[in-house]
C-alpha cells in the first residue's frame, strides 16, 4: 500500500526557510515523479514542484523559482522541499504526490499535507 | 498559462440527483485534463484522468468527457459519500500544470 507521510511544516518568519519532508513506502520513490502541491487556506489548489522518475528532472512554479529545491533521498525513501526567502504567500497545507503510475506525472496517491505558516 | 474555469462555483443537489460540472480551458489541451475529490481537512483523491478514464477503484456513478477546451464531470446519481468540492487539472506538458477554483457539491 502506498503511504506519504509529511512532515516539517511549522511557523516561520518572511524571509526564514523550512525543509519539509515526505516519508515514502509501498513503493520506489526513485522511479516515480513526485509533487509537492499547496493549498492555501480555504483556497484551491497549486502544484509547486515536481522531481521526475530516474532522470531526477525538476520543474518549478515561477513564483518559487529561486527559492525552492525540490530533492529526494533515495536510500530514505524521502522527498524533500527545501524552501528559503518564505513569503506570507506562502502560507499553505503542503502535500506530496506521487505519480500515478511508472513515467506519469499526474498526481495519483497524495499525503495528508504538512501546514506552513508565514507570518511575524 | 492556461486558464481552467469551473462552473459551477457551488451546487445544491439532493441524494440521487443527476450532477454535471464543467470545466473549460482557455485553449486546447486535447484531452489532458483530470477531476479530483476532496472532502474537508482530506487530501484530493483522483477521479478521472485522460478526461474520461476512471481511476481503479473509483465508483462507475462517476464519468468524465470532453476534448479541447471543455470538459464534463458527470455523477449519475450522487451518494452521501459525494458530498465534496471537486477540481479539475490542466497537464499539458509544454504549460504550468493548472487547477480548477473548485466546485462545492452540498446537501439541498
Known amino acids: 500500500e502506498v503511504q506519504l507521510l509529511e512532515s516539517g511544516g511549522g511557523l516561520v518568519q518572511p524571509g526564514g526557510s523550512l525543509r519539509l519532508s515526505c516519508e515514502a513506502s509501498?513503493?520506489?520513490?526513485?522511479?516515480?515523479?513526485m509533487s509537492w502541491v499547496r493549498q492555501a487556506p480555504g483556497k484551491g489548489l497549486e502544484r509547486v514542484s515536481v522531481?521526475?522518475?530516474?532522470?531526477?528532472?525538476?520543474y518549478y512554479i515561477d513564483s518559487v523559482k529561486g527559492r525552492f529545491t525540490i530533492s529526494r533521498d533515495n536510500s530514505k525513501s524521502t522527498l524533500y522541499l527545501q524552501m528559503n526567502s518564505l513569503r506570507a504567500e506562502d502560507t499553505a497545507l503542503y502535500y506530496c504526490?506521487?505519480?500515478?503510475?511508472?513515467?506519469?506525472?499526474?498526481?495519483?496517491?497524495w499525503g495528508q499535507g504538512t501546514l506552513v505558516t508565514v507570518a511575524s | 498559462d492556461i486558464q481552467m474555469t469551473q462552473s459551477p462555483s457551488t451546487l445544491s443537489a439532493s441524494v440521487g440527483d443527476r450532477v454535471t460540472i464543467t470545466c473549460r480551458a482557455s485553449?486546447?489541451?486535447?484531452?489532458?485534463l483530470a477531476w479530483y475529490q476532496q472532502k474537508p481537512g482530506k487530501a484530493p483523491k483522483l477521479l478521472i484522468y485522460d478526461a474520461s478514464n476512471l481511476e481503479s477503484g473509483v465508483p462507475s456513478r462517476f464519468s468524465g468527457s470532453g476534448s479541447g477546451t471543455e470538459f464534463t464531470l458527470t455523477i449519475s446519481s450522487l451518494q452521501p459519500d459525494d458530498f465534496a468540492t471537486y477540481y479539475c487539472?490542466?497537464?499539458?506538458?509544454?504549460?504550468?500544470?493548472?487547477f480548477g477554483q473548485g466546485t462545492k457539491v452540498e446537501i439541498k
Open positions: 522531481i521526475s522518475g530516474p532522470e531526477a528532472t525538476t
Open positions: 487539472l490542466q497537464y499539458v506538458s509544454s504549460s504550468p500544470w493548472t
Open positions: 504526490a506521487k505519480g500515478r503510475n511508472l513515467g506519469e506525472w499526474l498526481m495519483g496517491s
Open positions: 509501498g513503493f520506489t520513490l526513485s522511479n516515480y515523479a
Open positions: 485553449q486546447s489541451i486535447s484531452i489532458y
